[in-house]
């Protein structure tokens, strides 16, 4: 638990620490090199949501606040409660979403906006910030953990029609054998 703690508080602190740095170096209007080609640091306060959703509508900052702590207290009563039952990579996953909801929801109700400052050159593509990194990682990481999952039971049932097919019987999880205890 601890350990959850820590790390959510460090990586909410690394957001903010360069979101105030982009305030202090980059507010009002500049614009700085980062990632010649490819990257660059751009100023910009967003009031909405993901590709600026919402935005100029108080209605909706507000919708996005409730919805984004209720969101944020469920991933985090997992993290806290129910962590014993995660897969490392899920664990990952909810862990960085849970920062970067943290991190831009600070921001939503202290200012009224988020700000994002990495800005691609190479595409036209929204402006973000590290917490918007970290919500997407985060995601991805789910994707894979889904995916991986996904495939091993599939694995699984394709091993349990094999072993039928052949004449055996397929053998039964510790689950299927505690089921049957409880139906006897």
């Known amino acids: 638990m601890l350990f959850t703690v820590i790390s959510i508080l460090a990586m ?5 620490l360069t979101k105030y740095w982009a305030t202090l170096a980059l507010a009002p209007d500049k614009v700085a090199p980062f990632l010649p080609g490819i990257m660059e640091f751009r100023y910009i306060l967003n009031d909405g949501a993901a590709f600026r959703m919402f935005s100029g509508r108080s209605w909706g900052q507000w919708l996005l606040v409730g919805v984004t702590t209720a969101a944020l207290l469920v991933v985090l009563y997992i993290l806290l409660f129910r962590r014993n039952k995660l897969q490392p990579l899920a664990y990952a996953g909810l862990l960085l979403i849970e920062a970067g909801g943290i991190g831009n929801l600070i921001d939503r109700i202290a ?13 036209n593509f929204a402006v973000f910030n590290v917490a918007d990194c970290f919500v997407t990682i985060g995601v991805a990481l789910l994707v894979i953990y ?4 996904e495939i091993e039971q599939k ?30």
């Open 12 to 16: 909410v602190g690394l957001d903010q």
């Open 111 to 123: 200012n009224g906006y988020v700000v994002d400052f990495f800005a691609t050159t190479f595409i």
């Open 146 to 149: 889904y995916l991986r999952s």
């Open 155 to 184: 694995k699984q049932k394709e091993a349990v029609v094999e072993t039928t097919a052949r004449g055996l019987e397929p053998e039964k999880s510790a689950t299927e054998e505690q089921g049957e205890h409880h139906v006897q």
